[in-house]
């Protein structure tokens, strides 16, 4: 089966629909499939909730759907990069549903793993725990979380071979392997692709079993927080 | 006179023992990397990584490197790389010593509120309430009063809360307070601070 793609919106031909459910790889701006969101931009896919830890920046990442008013939900932990991702939330036009980092990564793992619920300590005694089961293990008191099951799951990699084996590069990986495993159908944007037989097999972060599309492309791989030391005077 | 941000940092260094493994919050706990010292302490940043290094020298920064902050920083020798999953699988699984966490609220209860003030800023939680409910031990460093002069150390939070009978250790501006049994005990003070002072300041039952 061919997985490579010419382009990002290619890749994206035929999976994409209204409404969908879509995971999304990426820490702030770090490791984010920059090609793949702004090809959805251009396809003009409407009320798309995605499942992501951050919301980009106003201008790069899902920030750029946000201005399109393409999202119609996040399921994220952290949103306080993106001044018009609070203008549209505090203003009633956007829904929001935070979720713990920890708990939003291990519902993505448990999707992909094929596991519907699980029970976690984190959010215990919080608004996080309205409305979810409890249950006591040993004397300690758990709240039931989800596992997220997406319809399409966009991520970003390091070098990809032909067959979808992915290898990440650093704190890149980040959200980009729980995500690309809990969706239907996996699209990888990758900075390069090497033929099979070039990565070492033992040194896979992710099997091709999970990616059903490749793209390669170049990377803007923006900074968000650049912070420096002085080289010492010798 | 009340520590200033370094000295609080200084102070929350002391609670790190050798072989530590340990996840700093942002703001002033970000500076306790500082005064570690030949303490052999190993950083932890929940966006999936093991031994964080420094801020980068000007003009190698690498977009691929960050810390929770999204700060860009180096990596160490001894790093390992991995995923947002297994990381927070390390937190919730009890492996990491200790948190150094700010915080907005702590109560009497060692109930902890750092994440939301609502109708006003919307940013979240990112991985606090993991963290708070999954390491050894949470060390809160925070001044001891806000910007109005309202005490921080409260009876009860009133924003949304973060975790329930969490913190172990508050630090602050003014001294050391540890959540005990029916209240907040003062374990230190300042230099130049009286006892008075902290009281004063404090709204949670003191304990001794």
């Not at chain 1, 036009?93 to 300590?121: C, D, H, S, V």
């Not at chain 1, 309205?130 to 990699?157: C, P, Q, R, S």
């Not at chain 2, 702590?106 to 109708?119: H, Q, S």
């Not at chain 2, 606090?128 to 309202?150: E, F, S």
Request: hydrophobic share 40%; net charge negative; with cysteine.
């Amino acid at each position: 089966m061919k997985k490579i793609y010419a382009n990002a919106t290619e890749a994206l031909d035929g999976v994409l629909t209204d409404g969908m459910l879509i995971a999304a790889g990426g820490f702030g701006l770090c490791g984010i499939p920059e090609l793949l969101l702004e090809a959805i931009k251009d396809s003009g896919a409407q009320d798309l909730t995605f499942a992501s830890n951050n919301a980009g920046v106003d201008d790069f990442g899902i920030g750029i759907l946000l201005q399109t008013k393409q999202v119609k939900k996040m399921i994220s932990s952290y949103v306080g990069e993106n001044a018009e991702f609070m203008r549209q939330y505090l203003a009633g036009e956007l829904e929001l549903e935070f979720n713990p980092q920890g708990t939003l990564a291990e519902r993505m793992r448990a999707g992909g793993a094929g596991i519907p619920g699980f029970y976690t300590k984190t959010g215990v005694g919080t608004v996080i725990a309205d409305g979810k089961e409890h249950k006591d293990f040993n004397g300690e008191t758990y709240i039931m979380e989800e596992g997220i099951f997406a319809d399409l799951a966009i991520v970003k990699a390091w070098k990809a071979d032909d067959t979808g084996n992915l290898i990440f590069r650093k704190t890149a990986r980040n959200f980009n392997v729980p995500a690309a495993t809990c969706g239907k159908i996996c699209v990888a944007e990758v900075e390069e692709i090497v033929p099979r037989g070039s990565l070492d097999p033992d040194q896979i972060h992710l099997p091709g079993i999970y990616v059903h599309r490749i793209i390669q492309g170049d990377h803007e791989k923006r900074i968000e927080q650049r912070t420096t030391r002085k080289k010492e005077e010798a | 006179m009340p520590w200033d941000r370094n000295q609080m940092a200084a102070r929350a260094a002391q609670e790190l023992e050798d072989g530590m493994y340990v996840n700093l919050g942002i703001g002033i706990p970000t500076l306790v990397a500082n005064y570690v010292g030949d303490k052999d302490i190993t950083l932890q940043s929940e966006n999936g990584m093991l031994g964080m290094g420094p801020f980068p020298f000007e003009g190698e920064e690498d977009p691929d490197l960050i810390n929770a902050g999204k700060q860009t920083i180096t990596e160490l020798s001894r790093t390992s790389y991995f995923d947002s999953a297994t990381s927070f699988g390390m937190i919730r699984g009890g492996k990491i010593a200790a948190a150094v966490l700010g915080a907005m609220e702590v109560d009497e209860e060692g109930d902890l509120a750092n994440w939301m003030i609502p109708g006003v800023l919307v940013k979240g939680m990112g991985g606090a309430m993991d963290l708070v409910a999954g390491v050894g031990r949470v060390i809160v460093v925070m001044d001891h009063t806000n910007k109005h002069g309202k005490s921080k150390l409260l009876q009860k939070c009133t924003l949304p809360l973060t975790g329930k009978k969490v913190v172990n250790r508050i630090i602050t501006n003014l001294g050391v307070l540890d959540v005990v049994d029916g209240g907040l005990k003062i374990v230190e003070i300042a230099e130049g601070v009286t006892e008075d002072e902290i009281r004063a300041a404090t709204e949670a039952k003191i304990v001794n």
